[in-house]
């Protein structure tokens, strides 16, 4: 029997062809790093996740680090923002306590979070993004949706060459490396750039999906977390082709509003859409304590600092916000979170730390110990909506003067150059920033 005919593309010279499906090596380059599949040529749905970005970018800036493992996050007391490849042979893994990391990889260089850093390269790889198409969904700063559809005559290459060149420029351009996934739909195209990490490319087809899916377990699926995973195994449901075969009614009862979306999303089918530019839902800030604080007025203190931070990314980004939201996790890893909604949305620093000083005092108890606090606003608005002039806040207008003085001042002579009495009074020591949105 003769073998079966089947495009191929090499990542490194992006030539291509057709040929047996045991080709395993480039005609034109020599090179191993084949892409082999069917659909090949048909594909427009990508994934692109960038390999332990935080912990790419300090190798790429310190090439000493290059064979060594490298953990990105806060002290002792802090967790683990990304691990290299190097640390995660290791056991370690994003979100650890650093000094359970710490006892798995003793060796490990603990870096600091860099920010600035990480937000430049992630706004380079956006651009080089959008120089293929205008259709890219954000998710986080490394990792990102892409519709190739209908770019083939603007680029002269079909979507997974464009794509294996991305990858290329982006290697070449800004150090790293990225994973893609390729597919037709967001979830496969998710699914297919996590199985094959690092400088990965993977491609899922449509014609098999199902069949593809059907062995996996459920909780492979976006959406099915450890309760729900369990409430369906419960039921008899283990993997994907179960959940696709079930009664309907029976995954009502047992995912609620989610039911359809699962059962689809186990056979292969996901309708949504890329939505570029997609807005993000809240701006927040949290910080992680050296040592455990109980006193109100340093809380207060740390919670001015951050809610300073969360209003400056506010008017960044020309928003402001409706509900002011408090976290706090105590001493014994306790998550307390309280919230309350404005009259008006905000983007002052002012109004959110009394909102947050509010929610503080209401729950903090004399006798607990802290070891983190945030703060944050959701229900995101456009500034114009923000902080309307009020008969009952007189001085609404000079606070929002004040608070443009201070920030010009700030970005001249950078943010220790005016803090507030209560900041001066408090000081005291702790990690990092850890923002997220």
Not at 16 to 32: E, R
Not at 155 to 180: F, Q
Not at 372 to 383: K, M, N, R, T, Y
Request: hydrophobic share 40%; aromatic share 4%; proline share 5%.
């Amino acid at each position: 029997m003769p073998d079966l005919m089947t495009p191929w593309l090499c990542r490194d010279c992006l030539a291509d062809g057709i040929s047996a499906a045991h080709l395993s090596q480039c005609p034109a380059c020599g090179s191993w790093q084949l892409l082999k599949h069917a659909e090949l040529r048909r594909l427009a749905i990508a994934h692109v996740d960038c390999d332990a970005f935080y912990a790419a970018i300090e190798k790429r800036d310190h090439p000493e680090l290059q064979d060594k493992p490298v953990i990105v996050g806060g002290g002792k007391r802090g967790v683990v923002a990304t691990a290299c490849y190097v640390a995660r042979i290791h056991g370690v893994r994003s979100a650890m306590p650093m000094f359970k990391a710490l006892q798995l990889c003793p060796d490990a260089v603990v870096i600091p979070p860099r920010m600035d850093a990480y937000k430049e390269a992630g706004y380079a790889i956006r651009e080089l993004m959008l120089t293929l198409t205008p259709l890219v969904e954000p998710l986080s700063i490394d990792e990102a949706f892409m519709d190739l559809s209908g770019t083939d005559a603007l680029h002269h290459r079909y979507p997974a060459a464009s794509m294996a060149r991305l990858a290329t420029r982006i290697k070449d351009e800004i150090g790293i490396t990225v994973s893609v996934g390729l597919s037709g739909t967001k979830s496969l195209a998710k699914m297919a750039s996590d199985m094959d990490k690092p400088k990965g490319f993977h491609i899922i087809g449509m014609d098999n999906a199902a069949d593809m899916l059907a062995p996996l377990p459920v909780n492979i699926l976006y959406g099915t977390g450890k309760v729900l995973s369990q409430k369906l195994n419960a039921a008899g449901i283990h993997t994907c082709g179960d959940l696709a075969r079930a009664n309907s009614q029976l995954v009502a009862k047992l995912a609620g509003n989610n039911a359809v979306r699962l059962q689809q999303l186990a056979a292969g089918i996901d309708p949504r859409p890329i939505i570029p530019n997609r807005p993000a839902k809240s701006i927040s800030t949290e910080t992680t304590f050296e040592t455990d604080i109980s006193d109100l007025d340093t809380l207060a203190a740390i919670l001015e600092e951050c809610s300073e931070k969360v209003a400056r990314r506010l008017k960044a980004a020309n928003l402001s916000g409706r509900t002011v939201m408090l976290k706090l996790k105590s001493d014994k890893h306790k998550l307390v979170t309280r919230s309350r909604t404005l009259n008006d949305p905000t983007r002052l620093a002012r109004r959110i730390f009394e909102t947050g000083l509010l929610l503080l005092k209401d729950a903090v108890a004399s006798d607990r110990y802290w070891r983190l606090i945030g703060i944050g606003v959701e229900q995101l608005d456009h500034a114009a909506h923000a902080d309307p002039v009020n008969l009952a806040d007189p001085d609404l207008s000079r606070i929002k003067a004040l608070e443009d003085t201070v920030d010009h001042l700030r970005d001249r002579h950078g943010n220790t150059a005016i803090i507030s009495g209560r900041q001066f009074a408090n000081k005291s020591p702790r990690n990092k920033d850890r923002q997220g949105e």
